[in-house]
């Protein structure tokens, strides 16, 4: 009975240290993607802060700061319309608005083919409050 079972632990080992290796690599590459959302964010908070601060109009600042967010995730190496950017509050002299972004990392996704299980993603946002000039006339 012995003898049948000489090699057993190795092939084991094999089929289990490939299955862990599997799941520690797309933890790695999960790892990438929450940290690469992250950094878009917070970029694209802070361009689209910019923009509504340079821009003399609600029209013009809307306008431009989706343009920034379009860059910023381009940059990034996300999907154009992955970033969804929010502002709170009114454009007028002095005012404080916040600027939200978000986005969604899927976790089960596999390259090349996509999301395993649509609905399971991690949010990720960024936050950034912006100051409007008190003495800039147009706004």
């Known amino acids: 009975m ?19 290796f599997g799941v520690l ?5 999960l790892f990438g993607a929450l940290h690469r959302a992250t950094l878009a964010t917070s970029a694209a908070a802070r361009e689209y802060g910019r923009a509504i601060v340079v821009a003399d109009g609600e029209s ?4 431009r700061g989706a343009i920034a967010v379009g860059l910023v995730a381009r940059s990034h190496g996300l999907p154009p319309r ?13 005012a404080v608005l916040l600027v939200r972004v978000r986005t969604e990392v899927a976790v089960a996704r596999i390259p090349f083919l996509g999301s395993v299980v649509p609905g399971l993603a991690v949010p990720v946002e960024a936050t950034h409050a912006v100051r409007l000039d008190r003495y800039r006339s147009g706004t």
């Open 82 to 94: 992955s970033l969804d950017a929010t502002v709170v509050g009114l454009r007028r002299r002095g």
């Open 60 to 63: 013009e600042a809307a306008r």
């Open 25 to 29: 690599l797309h933890l790695l590459v």
């Open 2 to 20: 012995r003898e049948r079972e000489d090699g057993t632990a190795v092939v084991e080992m094999a089929i289990l240290g490939t299955l862990v």
